[in-house]
């Protein structure tokens, strides 16, 4: 019985783990597919309101199923840490290009 039970664990852990991973997976091929964000994009992300309320929203999905995982949570702080970095490449890119001409 037990070992029926510890391999039901495994299985649902697994379950959880693989939205995650694809959810990512998701998100950095979206990343990496565009050459550029749209404008749209860059202004919202740009907003520290927006970014804010993102902020609330992760800790809002957390607190409100505390006896759940936090696989959306954390599908939304990475998702957001990735297009922050993205910006901010984006931002530096153009910085070196107007500094070199």
């Known amino acids: 019985m037990a070992l029926n039970e510890f391999f039901s664990g495994i299985l649902d852990l697994f379950k959880n783990n693989l939205?995650?991973?694809?959810?990512?997976?998701?998100?950095?091929?979206?990343?990496?597919?565009?050459?550029?964000?749209?404008?749209?994009?860059?202004?919202?992300?740009g907003n520290p309101i927006f970014r804010i309320m993102v902020i609330a929203l992760i800790v809002y999905h957390v607190d409100a199923r505390p006896c759940c995982d936090a696989t959306g949570a954390l599908l939304i702080f990475v998702s957001l840490m990735l297009i922050l970095l993205w910006i901010y490449k984006e931002k530096n890119e153009e910085n070196i290009d107007n500094l070199l001409q």
């Open 19 to 45: 939205k995650l991973i694809f959810g990512l997976l998701i998100v950095v091929y979206a990343l990496l597919v565009t050459s550029r964000l749209p404008k749209f994009v860059n202004r919202l992300f």
